[in-house]
């Protein structure tokens, strides 16, 4: 078979050197001693000192870990993106671009029909524990993520079950990934951390590791730059987490991490967040600080706010298992009655763009679908709907909105503008309903909600991501929105198996179309991605991948 080599070399430099008298050499070092130090006292002649680097930096959050940093479990924004500081995959993104780069393997190889994928690995790597790192750990991972497939999880819920069909050691330093179909972003599902190697003497292949107030035991990963230190957890909610360097980490000779220690705290509201950077009881505040507050730090000299490319979406989701959203014509009423510019203007202050899909602006094959079919407000088309599926002013529609705290921004402003939206009709009545994160993907998955408020960020950087996991065939996934159609089955299944650009425009517009007129969900808008920090913090990369590398930031004492 014909294999397509797609390698990195590093480039070196060799210097060669001529004979020269003992003489000659004593008089060119005198020479330039002299000069370097007179290049470095005109340098520095007036100049005050450089500031030394802080050995230790805090971040606050809003955020915490829904369930564990188990690769195989964690499918929440904080937890995905502890494992992506203290652990690390085949291959990853360079910072500050979506370019895939070698990591723990130096190179790869892909057949034609792009369905076997051979990796050479690095070799000398350790976990954090000095467990030797090679292809039969590789193998022993991703066997492990078969054998738990857990339903809600990112392993299932992207499809890797569906697209690997084995893992093979080659040799030592060598694996082997034979897949079902030829899915054309699988070196972007590599850089995921479902496939992020584990430690095999932490992780069984049975079970997931779960928080247990000991580090031995309670952390898979560790071939990160930062190695997991300290973690203390009460009743669901995170307190303070410590990262600490990794003396075994691979690629600790280029000058990662920058910091040594990392310290998170945990804080209830964006309220006692803003407080705590205001009076710098932390360096950085990182989800999820309100929008007016983000805003009145733009103009204070005293802070830093960084923003980047954002693949954030937030959205609506129905549960069709609950009457009345099995019925089609409610769930289109409540799509085409949503002001989405009263969201993004009233609630984030102009920080967030309405969306009218759920492909985010700017990835490929986005259409503004649920606009084709609802426009922008259309409460005339809505009231319509709503009197065709039997509601009037004496029998209106009436349901709970129930909405996440201290994991997403500002969503008590986000369901308040929906609440209103929807009973601008005169047909509807809501009730809200607020629900700390820690308890709401249990009570999505118990089927305790009818209509409910999510987001997601990118697991990778593909229009699949953004369709797959949110529609899978049983209607079920971790949404529980039970929504089930064969044809929209069929074309996310189209999806995965095309390559060329022209029928995957026309394989996703149909996903995109379908998705605005069934309903089952419906995008509100897309944010970016912000953190405030003080002046004496550098290095914080915010990407179209929405990874938050701690191990890139530093700060001055």
Not at 203 to 209: C, F, K, N, W, Y
Not at 324 to 333: D, E, G, K
Not at 417 to 443: D, I
């Amino acid at each position: 078979m014909k294999l397509i080599q797609i390698k990195v070399m590093k480039s070196g430099l060799r210097l060669k050197r001529k004979a020269v008298s003992g003489a000659v050499v004593a008089v060119v070092v005198v020479i330039i001693v002299i000069a370097a130090a007179a290049a470095i006292y005109f340098a520095t002649a007036g100049q005050k000192p450089t500031a030394a680097t802080k050995d230790t930096i805090v971040v606050g959050t809003t955020d915490s870990v829904q369930t564990t940093i188990d690769p195989a479990d964690a499918y929440d924004y904080f937890g995905i993106n502890i494992i992506q500081n203290i652990g690390d995959g085949l291959v990853d993104y360079a910072p500050g671009t979506t370019n895939i780069v070698p990591a723990l393997a130096t190179s790869w190889t892909v057949s034609p029909d792009q369905k076997v994928w051979n990796f050479t690995l690095r070799q000398g790597v350790k976990f954090a524990d000095g467990t030797p790192f090679n292809a039969s750990v590789v193998k022993y991972s991703i066997d492990r993520e078969f054998a738990i497939d857990e339903p809600e999880g990112p392993f299932a819920g992207v499809g890797y079950d569906t697209i690997i069909n084995s893992t093979t050691v080659l040799g030592p330093y060598q694996v082997q990934f034979k897949l079902n179909i030829p899915f054309s972003a699988f070196l972007a599902l590599v850089a995921f951390t479902p496939m992020y190697p584990v430690d095999p003497k932490v992780a069984p292949m049975h079970s997931i590791v779960n928080y247990t107030g000991n580090i031995a035991t309670e952390n898979p990963n560790g071939l990160g730059p930062y190695m997991l230190a300290a973690w203390v957890r009460t009743a669901g909610k995170d307190i303070v987490m410590n990262l600490t360097a990794n003396p075994n980490y691979w690629n600790a000779s280029s000058g990662y991490p920058k910091t040594k220690n990392i310290v998170i705290k945990f804080y209830t509201d964006s309220t006692s967040l803003n407080l705590a950077l205001q009076s710098e009881q932390v360096d950085i505040a990182y989800r999820q600080l309100a929008a007016s507050d983000i805003t009145s730090y733009k103009s204070n000299p005293s802070f830093k706010v960084w923003t980047g490319p954002g693949q954030f979406i937030q959205y609506v989701v129905f549960n069709e298992k609950t009457p009345p959203f099995n019925n089609v014509l409610v769930r289109q009423a409540l799509a085409a009655a949503i002001n989405r510019t009263a969201i993004t203007q009233g609630v984030f202050y102009g920080q967030a763009v309405p969306l009218f899909s759920m492909i985010p602006i700017g990835m490929s094959y986005h259409i503004d679908s649920f606009k084709t079919v609802y426009g922008d407000t259309n409460l005339s088309y809505a009231i319509k709907l709503l009197q065709q599926a039997g509601y009037s002013s004496s029998n209106p529609l009436k349901f709970t909105l129930t909405y996440p705290t201290g994991h997403y921004a500002s969503t008590d402003g986000i369901a308040a503008q929906l609440q209103a939206a929807w009973q601008k009709t005169g047909l509807v009545q809501v009730s809200l309903q607020a629900e700390p994160w820690s308890n709401y993907k249990q009570s999505t998955s118990a089927d305790q909600l009818q209509v409910y408020i999510y987001g997601w960020y990118p697991d990778f950087i593909d229009p699949y991501d953004y369709s797959a996991p949110f529609l899978p065939a049983d209607g079920i996934g971790f949404l529980h929105s039970h929504y089930v159609n064969p044809n929209m089955t069929s074309l996310i299944e189209q999806a995965a198996q095309t390559s060329n650009p022209t029928q995957l425009q026309q394989i996703y517009s149909q996903i995109q179309m379908l998705t605005a007129q069934d309903a089952p969900l419906v995008p509100l808008f897309q944010g970016t991605t912000i953190a405030v920090s003080t002046t004496h913090v550098t290095g914080i990369i915010l990407d179209a991948t929405t990874i938050f590398r701690y191990y890139t930031i530093s700060a001055t004492t």
